[in-house]
């Protein structure tokens, strides 16, 4: 390909970006409005949690009442179909669907070092941009507004993510693909966000606390000795639950399947382990009901114990709203998101069918993994860490997107910025209502809401 054709392709895909403000403009994006026709928040939660385990359901609602934060880390089901109901740039790219603070964090990559990332794929899908973009920002101002913050304050952090995030579009668009495949945020680089020297200590120290999170440090947590000497998955219902295999050939079919996701080389390191027992486990706020499962895998030559989780994997949110998923399997619509999103995944990351037709992926439980104490920050914290967050999901799009169109369409000014501030706000005062509605469901016993739902 010649120089002339590079800059022909180049001019046309900053072409496509720059139609694509004719038929949404950036101002436009800003703007939310519930129509007349919304359907009632509540409603369409009940309604996703049919297939769902029923006895943890009220764990479900119980944890989205905690506050409107967690509602919204609940109620993506809401806001896709809110996005979906707005003008879309059709500028596409593979979408997290659930790109909200709480999902972003520290893990290990295959070399064992620290990396920061997007970590959540359940409602992987492609589709718009900046319905990512907009889940983003909304997390960040009701977060803001949960911590304290003003409105002014709660916009100012909003405004840093955005530009964060077309800054980072705008970075990558320069750089070639590779460059941008191997780009990564490491553990240094958080750490660095955090000027105050007592805050930077506590930063460290998850840091620290998220090397520490391996399976071996799992095990004193979620297994006891059993009557054979061997370690168990504990009994502390309904939360960790061992279950009792009638037919353990039904095991070993999943895993089996599972292990024909991996390529060759990690199946050769799997089957250096031999499973010894499985629970059920409940994990996050939006995905409780789904069915959630670990298996205690042990290393036959050395004893050290592997944690492996399979989860459940439903139909994107996004579905209903976006072009179906080229994956008839969810499990492998889960797997590749990720893997085409992340700057680096699990070794053991992989899909599996179990019984009745149900879908999982499978992953290490605890493979140093870290998260930001959102609650605890201050504004300025807050703003750095938005930023931080906009940034990386600017590099999981250019992955998959047209990033050239991209930085086109986003310009150099500040106007999509301020329009990510003007909906985000919008989107929070609805997102207050909308806890409220789930607040009065659980109080006239619409819903019933667990007492102690961690």
Request: proline share 4%.
């Amino acid at each position: 390909m010649t120089r002339a054709t590079v800059r022909g392709c180049e001019r046309d895909a900053a072409e496509r970006g720059k139609a694509a403000r004719q038929s949404v403009g950036r101002a436009e994006l800003g703007q939310w409005r519930p129509g007349p026709d919304r359907a009632d928040p509540v409603t369409m939660l009940v309604r996703q949690g049919r297939g769902r385990v029923p006895e943890l359901l009220p764990i479900r609602y119980a944890r989205m009442a905690q506050s409107p934060f967690a509602f919204l880390r609940g109620a993506a089901a809401v806001m896709a179909a809110d996005l979906a109901a707005t003008p879309n740039t059709g500028l596409t790219a593979q979408l997290c669907g659930d790109a909200h603070l709480a999902n972003f964090g520290l893990y290990a990559s295959p070399e064992r070092n620290l990396v920061f990332d997007v970590n959540d794929f359940d409602e992987t899908l492609p589709g718009p941009f900046e319905w990512d973009v907009k889940r983003l920002v909304a997390s960040v101002a009701v977060a803001a507004r949960d911590n304290g913050c003003t409105d002014e304050q709660a916009g100012t952090a909003v405004v840093a993510a955005a530009r964060a995030y077309r800054e980072t579009v705008s970075a990558m668009a320069g750089l070639d693909s590779l460059a941008v495949w191997y780009d990564m945020v490491d553990a240094d680089q958080v750490a660095e966000l955090v000027r105050k020297p007592k805050r930077r200590k506590q930063v460290e120290k998850t840091v620290a606390g998220a090397r520490k999170h391996t399976s071996l440090q799992a095990l004193s947590k979620l297994t006891e000795t059993g009557s054979d000497g061997r370690p168990r998955i504990k009994n502390q219902p309904p939360l960790l639950v061992p279950i009792e295999l009638r037919d353990e050939s039904v095991v070993e079919q999943v895993f089996a399947d599972y292990r024909r996701s991996l390529a060759d080389e990690r199946r050769v390191l799997l089957d250096r382990y031999e499973l010894v027992d499985t629970g059920m486990k409940v994990v996050g706020v939006g995905s409780v009901g789904t069915r959630c499962f670990i298996a205690l895998l042990m290393d036959k030559e050395s004893g050290a114990p592997l944690f492996i989780q399979l989860k459940e994997a439903l139909t994107s949110v996004l579905a209903e709203h976006a072009r179906s998923s080229r994956f008839r399997h969810q499990g492998h619509r889960v797997v590749a998101g990720q893997r085409l999103m992340q700057s680096a995944s699990d070794i053991f990351l992989g899909w599996a069918s179990g019984p009745a037709g149900r879908f999982f992926y499978l992953r290490q439980l605890r493979d140093m993994k870290g998260s930001a104490d959102i609650d605890a920050m201050s504004h300025a914290e807050l703003s750095r860490y938005a930023a931080l967050c906009g940034s990386v999901l600017a590099r999981a799009h250019a992955r998959s997107g047209d990033r050239i169109a991209l930085a086109a369409y986003l310009g150099s000014g500040d106007k999509f910025d301020r329009a990510m501030g003007e909906f985000a706000l919008a989107y929070a005062d609805q997102t207050l209502l909308d806890h409220r509605s789930l607040l009065d469901a659980i109080e006239s016993g619409r819903v019933e809401a667990a007492a102690d739902p961690y």
